[in-house]
C-alpha cells in the first residue's frame, strides 16, 4: 500500500497543489500548536496557584503552645506554656498514626546576619533535617542539614535564596562562613521555597546547635508533622484530625494542663484550609482538560471537512483516474496516504512550534497564577498521533464515497 | 471484437423512466473505425458509456474480445478498463496539476508499470502524437488540438485493444478536427479498433463504417469509403 511507487505520485500530487497541501497543513499544525500552548498554560495556572497556596506542605500540621486559661492541679491559670525536646519525642513515641515527616522547631525572628561588608536581619531557624518536606524547600545548591549535623551540632547553615542574593549577589556561598549571632557558621546549602521571598529571607541550622548558640536549652517553640498522603481529602482529614487530637491529649495530660482549657495549645491542622485549593485544582484541570478535548474535537472535525472538501474537488479526477484504470481501494489509499501525510508533517511542525514557544518564552512567565508553563511531551505526541490517526478515520468516509461513486457521474462532475 | 446484443438501457429519474436504448444489436471486427451518429439525445454517448464499461446496461449481453462483461465489481470493471480501452472525451479530461508526460503515463501507473518505464513508454507516445516538446507542459498550456492529442497519447499509452471517443472534435475548430481526425486514421491503420461518437458528417465520412442512431434503436448500418482527413487540411 505504501509502496515507492505510491510515494513519488503522493509527493507529486502534494506539491502540485501547494495551496491545498498549505490550507491542510495549517489547519492541522495550528491545531496542535494551540493545543499545545493551552496544555502548557493549563500547566502553568497549575504550578501557579499551587505556588500560591502550598508555601508549605498541604497537610502540616503544626503545634504551637500558648498560656492556660483554667487553672489546674496547683497551677494558676496565665502559665505560659513551653515546649521541650521531651514534648516532640513523647508525641513520636507516642502516637498510633503512622507519621511521614516530624520536626521541632527553635527559632529567633531576627537574627543579626553577615557576611563581609553585608548583612541583614533574619530568621534563623534551628530544625531537624525533615524540616525541608514541610515546608517544601528545594535544594539548589549544596545540601540541606542532615542527622549527622543534627548529632555533632555543627555550625551549618541553609540559606534562603534571597538571603543568598543579599549576603552573596552572584557569589556561590557554599564553603564561606556567615556571622550568625557573633558566631561563624559555614554555609552548606542554599533552597528556594514556594512561599517566595518571604520564606527564603530564612537561614536553617541543626536545632541542636541552635538551642546551644541561643541559649534556649532543650526548649522547642513548635512542632511539626505531615502524615503520609491518603488516597482522597475525606480520608486524609479524618487521619489528621484523630492525630490533632491524640496529641491534643497527649500534650495536655504531660503538660498538666485543663482538658478543656482552649488557649494552652494551638494546633494548626493544613489540610482543612486546603479543601477549597483540591477543589480549585481539581476544577482547572477538568476545565483545561474540556478545552483541550474540545479543540481536539475541533481540530478532528477540521480535518474531516477538509477532507470532504478534498474529495469533493477532486471528484472528477478521481473519475479520470477510475476511467484510465484505478481501482477503489487505490483511490482510498491515495487520499489517505496524501492527507496522512500531510496531518503528521504539518502536526509535527505545530507540535515543534509549540514546544519551542513553552520552552523559549515559558521561564520568562512570573505572572502570580501562571508559572513555568511547559508540557508533557508524551502527551503532546499522543495527541498528535490522535489527531492523525483521527483525521485518518474521519478521511476515510469521504475518501470511501469518493471512491464509490459511479465513474460516469464522477466523469460528469464539473 | 466487440458483440453486442439486445441492449437495453433506462434512466429512471424519481418516478419517470426514460428508456435510451431499446434493444441495440451490433458487432465490431477487429480493426474497424466506426462512427456512431444520430441527433441530440439519441443515446450515443448512452452506448459508448456501456462499451467503456463506465456505465452498465440493463438487458442484454455485451462480449469484449471474447471476454463476457457481466456483473462486473468495480475492481475488475477498473481492471478490464485499464487493459482493454483507451478513452478519448470531448472535454480531453487531461489531470490539470499534472504535466503532459505524467498525464500519459497515469494507466501505466495503474498497470503497476515502474517509473523509469513509464516515462519512457509515455514519451514514446508524445512523440508519436508529435507532442514530445510539450511532454512538461501542463494542460493550462496547451490549445486544444494539442489537449486532445495528449489525451490520445494517454488512451493509446496502456495499448488497449479498443479506442472509444466520445466527439473527440467537438471542442477544437475544423482544421484541428481534421488533425486530429488523421491521427485517429493513422492509428486505425496500424490496425486498432477504433469507435468514435460524433454528429459531424464530415468527420463521419472520415471513418470506415457509419452506424446510425435514433430514439434509441439502430436505424442504419453502413461501410463507406473513407476520406482521407489530410486531403482536407
Ligand atoms: N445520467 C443520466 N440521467 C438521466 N438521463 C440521462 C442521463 N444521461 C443521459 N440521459 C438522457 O438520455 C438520453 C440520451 O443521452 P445521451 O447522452 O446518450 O445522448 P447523445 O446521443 O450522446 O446526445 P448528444 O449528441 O447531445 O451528446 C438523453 O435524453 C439524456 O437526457
Ligand atoms: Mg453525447
Redesign the interface.
Known amino acids: 500500500m505504501f509502496s515507492l511507487e505510491r510515494w513519488q505520485e503522493v509527493f507529486e500530487t502534494i506539491s502540485k497543489n501547494k495551496l491545498r497541501t498549505f490550507l491542510t497543513g495549517v489547519s492541522v499544525g495550528s491545531g496542535i500548536f494551540i493545543l499545545v500552548v493551552l496544555l502548557g498554560v493549563s500547566e502553568g495556572f497549575q504550578n501557579g496557584v499551587e505556588k500560591q497556596f502550598q508555601g508549605d506542605a498541604e497537610n502540616i500540621i503544626n503545634i504551637y503552645p500558648g498560656s492556660t486559661s483554667i487553672a489546674y492541679e496547683g497551677f494558676n491559670k496565665d502559665r505560659r506554656i513551653q515546649f521541650t525536646n521531651e514534648d516532640y519525642a513523647l508525641v513520636n513515641k507516642e502516637t498510633d498514626q503512622e507519621i511521614e515527616f516530624a520536626s521541632p522547631l527553635y527559632q529567633i525572628f531576627a537574627g543579626l546576619v553577615s557576611y563581609g561588608n553585608e548583612s541583614g536581619s533574619y530568621r534563623v531557624e534551628g530544625i531537624l533535617p525533615d524540616y525541608q518536606f514541610l515546608e517544601k524547600a528545594d535544594i539548589i545548591e549544596g545540601r540541606f542539614i542532615n542527622i549527622n549535623d543534627v548529632k555533632a551540632k555543627e555550625k551549618y547553615a541553609i540559606i534562603g535564596n534571597r538571603a543568598k542574593k543579599d549576603l552573596f549577589k552572584d557569589k556561590s556561598p557554599i564553603g564561606e562562613y556567615i556571622d550568625v549571632a557573633g558566631l561563624n557558621f559555614k554555609v552548606i546549602g542554599v533552597f528556594t521555597d514556594p512561599g517566595g521571598d518571604r520564606e527564603e529571607t530564612r537561614v536553617y541550622v541543626p536545632i541542636s546547635t541552635a538551642q546551644i548558640v541561643f541559649g534556649a536549652g532543650t526548649d522547642i517553640r513548635s512542632m511539626g508533622y505531615t502524615l503520609p498522603k491518603e488516597e482522597n481529602y475525606d480520608l486524609a482529614l479524618k487521619q489528621s484530625n484523630a492525630f490533632a487530637a491524640q496529641i491534643e491529649q497527649m500534650l495536655k495530660s504531660k503538660l498538666q494542663i485543663d482538658p478543656k482549657d482552649e488557649s494552652a495549645l494551638f494546633i494548626s491542622n493544613n489540610i482543612v484550609n486546603t479543601k477549597e485549593i483540591y477543589l480549585l485544582i481539581n476544577a482547572m484541570k477538568i476545565f483545561f482538560w474540556g478545552v483541550g478535548i474540545a479543540t481536539l474535537l475541533a481540530g478532528i472535525i477540521g480535518v474531516s471537512n477538509i477532507m470532504l472538501i478534498i474529495v469533493k474537488e477532486r471528484t472528477k479526477e478521481i473519475g479520470i483516474r477510475k476511467a484510465l484504470g484505478a481501482e477503489p481501494i487505490s483511490i482510498v489509499g491515495m487520499i489517505l496516504h496524501e492527507s496522512i501525510f500531510v496531518t503528521s508533517v504539518s502536526g509535527l511542525f505545530g507540535l515543534i512550534f509549540g514546544l519551542a514557544l513553552l520552552e523559549i518564552v515559558g521561564p520568562y512567565i512570573e505572572l502570580d497564577f501562571i508559572r513555568n508553563p511547559s508540557v508533557n511531551f508524551s502527551i503532546a505526541v499522543s495527541t498528535l498521533v490522535l489527531l492523525i490517526a483521527a483525521g485518518a478515520i474521519a478521511g476515510f468516509f469521504p475518501a470511501w464515497r469518493g471512491a464509490r461513486i459511479k465513474t460516469i457521474d464522477a466523469l460528469r462532475d464539473e | 471484437m466487440i458483440e453486442i446484443k439486445d441492449l437495453h438501457k433506462s434512466y429512471k429519474m424519481g418516478k419517470n423512466s426514460l428508456h435510451v436504448l431499446k434493444g441495440i444489436n451490433f458487432n465490431v471486427e477487429e480493426g474497424e473505425l466506426v462512427a456512431i451518429m444520430g441527433s441530440s439525445g439519441s443515446g450515443k454517448s448512452t452506448l459508448l ?1 456501456i462499451l ?1 464499461m ?2 452498465e446496461a440493463d438487458q442484454g449481453s455485451y462480449t469484449l474480445d471474447g471476454v463476457p462483461i457481466k456483473n462486473l465489481n ?2 475488475l ?3 478490464y ?3 482493454f480501452l483507451g ?1 478519448i ?1 470531448q472535454s480531453f ?3 490539470n ?2 504535466s503532459a508526460i ?1 498525464n500519459v503515463a ?2 501505466l ?4 508499470m ?2 523509469a518505464k513509464r516515462m519512457e513508454r509515455s514519451m514514446a507516445y508524445l512523440e508519436k502524437v508529435g507532442l514530445a516538446d510539450w511532454a512538461t507542459h501542463k494542460p493550462n498550456e496547451l490549445s486544444g488540438g494539442q489537449k486532445q492529442r495528449v489525451a490520445i497519447a ?1 488512451a493509446l499509452a ?1 495499448n488497449p485493444k479498443v479506442l472509444l471517443a466520445d466527439e473527440l472534435t467537438g471542442a477544437l475548430d475544423s482544421k484541428t478536427s481534421y488533425e486530429i481526425m488523421d491521427l485517429i486514421q493513422k492509428i486505425n491503420d496500424e490496425g486498432r479498433t477504433v469507435l468514435i461518437v460524433t454528429h459531424e458528417k464530415d468527420i463521419a465520412q472520415m471513418t470506415k463504417r457509419i452506424v446510425n442512431l435514433k430514439d434509441g434503436v439502430i436505424i442504419e448500418d453502413k461501410k463507406i469509403t473513407q476520406v482521407r482527413a489530410m486531403q482536407n487540411v
Open positions: 458509456n467503456g463506465l456505465d468495480e475492481k470493471a477498473a481492471q478498463r485499464n487493459k478513452f472525451f479530461n487531461l489531470i496539476y499534472k505524467d497515469l494507466p501507473f495503474y498497470q503497476g515502474k517509473r494517454r496502456s
